[in-house]
Every structure is written in C-alpha cells, then in structure tokens.
C-alpha cells in the first residue's frame, strides 16, 4: 500500500498491523478502530484524518512530520492538570514546528491554554 491514496477512506476496523503505508495520502481518512499496529507510515499525509486513540496505534512508525503534527494536536487541546501543563510546555516548541502549528493557534500566542 505504498503511495496509495487513500483520500476520505473509510478504513473503520482495517487490520492495517505493519502495513507499508510510506507515502500513502491519507487525507481525511476515517481511521476509527483501524488497527495500524507497526505500520510504517514515513512520510504519509494524514492531515484531517481520525488518528486512532487505542492500542490499534502503538509502534507505528512515523516520520518527524506526523510525530510533530500529533504534538500539536496534543498541545492544541485545553486541559487544567499542572502535568499536562508541564507536558505541553516541554514539546510545544516541538509541536511549533507542524507545518498545522499556525491552523492549530500554536504560533504567536497562547494557543490551547
């Protein structure tokens, strides 16, 4: 599946567990329930696509891009635990550095606070 569009994708519940996916446009694929366990994703595009929040999403494999591209998600979101402040304090500069960082109000101001 390397290289393959995947545009608006319905992959609810896809068993995608060390798929080849580097390169894959992903753009607003539905990923809910996919399991992506192991897959390499390096240099794939997942902007606006529903990131899986379980298990189905450890070990894979990114590229500096989607790892920075989560950080500011993460720092985007309004929490009021001191850990998360501290959390987010220590890879905003990180996450400032997503090419989504400005889309997400992480540049020039408070942004997720």
Same mark, same amino acid.
């Given at each position: 599946?390397?290289?393959?569009? %995947? ?9 995608? %567990? ?5 390169? &894959? ?14 897959? #390499? ?5 997942? #902007?606006?696509?529903? $990131? *899986? %929040? $379980? ?8 590229? #500096?891009?989607? /790892? ?13 635990? *001191?850990?998360? &402040?501290? &959390?987010?304090? /220590? ?10 960082? @400005?889309? %997400? ?5 408070? @942004?997720?606070?």
């Amino acid at each position: 599946m390397r290289e393959a569009v %995947l545009v608006n994708a319905v992959l609810r519940g896809a068993v995608l %567990l060390g798929a080849d996916l580097r390169g &894959a446009v992903l753009v607003s694929a539905y990923m809910r329930g996919a399991d992506l366990s192991h897959a #390499d994703l390096r240099g794939a595009n997942i #902007d606006s696509s529903a $990131w *899986p %929040l $379980w298990r189905g999403s450890s070990g894979v494999i990114v590229c #500096d891009r989607i /790892a920075r591209q989560l950080a500011a998600h993460f720092c985007a979101i309004i929490c009021d635990s *001191p850990e998360y &402040a501290d &959390a987010r304090a /220590a890879i905003l500069g990180y996450a400032q550095g997503s090419h989504r960082a @400005g889309y %997400l109000g992480l540049l020039g101001g408070t @942004g997720g606070k």
